[in-house]
């Protein structure tokens, strides 16, 4: 079985940084694109950024330069660090994976989600 899991969320003031980190454990045989998207109470989950097996990055326009989406594919591993923090950035963040993995004699490649790490910015 796969998992991801994140870790790093937490309270912090405007201005502030936070590192977000993401591990996917179980039978896995290779790892594709990772990402990180957020949802915000009463808004649609939303891309951040994401890395390419070959760490092409691509962000969205509202990180403005402020987050850093970068992966250690020998840990299975993706991380965002974001800086500059603003009180719109509140969400609980999730991590994604497209992902080969085997089980009971099967290999499937599907898109996986982590369960979300809170992150709030106050003003």
């Known amino acids: 079985q796969v998992q991801l899991v994140e870790s790093g969320g937490g309270l912090v003031q405007a201005g502030g940084s936070l590192r977000l980190a993401c591990t996917a454990s179980g039978t896995i045989l290779n790892v594709n694109a990772m990402g990180w998207y957020r949802q915000a109470p009463g808004k649609q989950r939303e891309l951040v950024a994401t890395?390419?097996?070959?760490?092409?990055?691509t962000y969205a326009d509202f990180v403005q330069g402020r987050f850093t989406i970068s992966r250690d594919s020998a840990k299975k591993a993706v991380y965002l660090q974001m800086n500059s923090l603003k009180p719109e950035d509140t969400a609980v963040y999730y991590c994604?994976?497209?992902?080969?993995?085997?089980?009971?004699?099967?290999?499937?490649?599907?898109?996986?989600w982590g369960q979300g790490t809170q992150v709030t910015v106050s003003s």
């Open positions: 890395v390419s097996e070959r760490a092409s990055t």
């Open positions: 994604n994976a497209d992902l080969v993995a085997g089980w009971n004699h099967e290999i499937t490649r599907q898109y996986y």
